[in-house]
């Protein structure tokens, strides 16, 4: 069993930055793929970028891709997601997830979910 827990969001404008931190507990976290996701209002939850156990190996949404960068601290339990240039496009609530299995894109592949962390991009 994994509790995971975001924080660090908020209200930023354009072109600004924030980071996202997801502190975990429970066992075997290292072992864990992770992943970022987001919901805008009225939208389907939607992959933002996602990381292999070992962090080593990310894969990103074209919509960030270049602006966002996933990292995790396996001593720490906790996966980052640094956000930067932001654009009104990228409010949404935030989640972060994790899943025993390798890392996806696909929301039903991961087994944990965050409560999320509000975003909000002014232009």
């Known amino acids: 069993q994994v509790q995971l827990v975001e924080s660090g969001g908020g209200l930023v404008q354009a072109g600004g930055s924030l980071r996202l931190s997801c502190a975990a507990s429970?066992?075997?976290?290292?072992?864990?793929?992770m992943g970022w996701f987001r919901q805008a209002p009225g939208k389907e939850r939607e992959f933002v970028a996602t990381?292999?156990?070992?962090?080593?190996?990310?894969y990103y949404a074209d919509s960030v891709k270049g602006r966002f960068t996933i990292s995790r601290d396996n001593a720490k339990n906790t996966v980052y997601l640094q956000m930067n240039s932001l654009k009104p496009e990228d409010t949404a609530v935030y989640y972060c997830?994790?899943?025993?299995?390798?890392?996806?894109?696909?929301?039903?592949?991961?087994?944990?979910w965050g409560q999320g962390t509000q975003v909000t991009v002014s232009s």
């Open positions: 990381s292999i156990w070992s962090g080593v190996r990310t």
């Open positions: 429970g066992r075997a976290f290292s072992s864990y793929a």
């Open positions: 997830a994790a899943t025993r299995f390798t890392s996806s894109v696909h929301v039903n592949d991961y087994e944990y």
